[in-house]
């Protein structure tokens, strides 16, 4: 009863009725993995779906000089190994936790059978899928036609849409990754990115929040200087 509790909260399975969540529930097997250990090695056979149950993991690459780039930061209720179940072709990315993750796994055997009987998880499959290539696509034309204030105006406003919401004057309160982190999926180094951040918090536009790790972000003003740029 437990994994089909926490089923129902995964975007993946949400429209699911009880006896649908229960035959997710039957073919998941709960899998728990410490921080900084990679998960999905890329180039690997790719033979099962993981649903993050707690935990963040980095989805990330490695560009031609050796540089690793950060693709896609994701958390609860996110899922990750979905193309190489629809293509069997091998891993795509890697995937290493930032923290001490928990997931259910589901393998490839048993989960095309499912997706087959279940045509509403395969159209969410999808259209996550299809959702994420876009996202990857939009993040590799800001890194070649922007400068590194303007794809991190870019980042913070997307992360502050979805992740939170803003309050009536505009801002939005989150916890946003490391500078490392953050440089990674902008193609730049930390130290420049610390820069671009402290240059917000000088403007305005950025300042801390109430609890630990928190930040306010002026969403309205960020999107006013992408609009000018």
Known sequence: M???NT??????FSELDEGELQAVADLASSIEVKKKNIVVQESEPGNSLYVILSGEVKV???????????????GKGSFFGEMSLLDEEPRSANVTTLDDCKFANIRRGDLIPLLLEQPRITLKLLSETAARLRKTSGML???SSMDVPHRLYTYLV?????FNQQDSNGWCETIL???????????TSRETISRAISQLKKDGIL????GRGKM??????????LDDF
């Not at 089923?7 to 993946?12: A, C, D, R």
């Not at 990754?177 to 193609?187: E, F, N």
């Not at 300042?207 to 109430?210: P, S, V, W």
């Not at 306010?216 to 200087?225: A, K």
């Open 7 to 12: 089923l129902k909260k995964v975007p993946l």
């Open 207 to 210: 300042k801390q929040g109430e």
């Open 2 to 4: 437990d994994m089909i």
């Open 158 to 162: 997307d992360h502050c849409q979805r």
């Open 177 to 187: 990754p490391t500078h490392q982190l953050l440089a990674d999926q902008l193609s």
């Open 141 to 143: 034309k800001r890194v």
């Open 60 to 74: 990330s690459t490695y560009s031609i000089d050796g540089r690793e780039v950060v693709l896609a930061l994701l």
């Open 216 to 225: 306010c972000i002026d969403v309205d003003t960020l999107e006013d200087l």
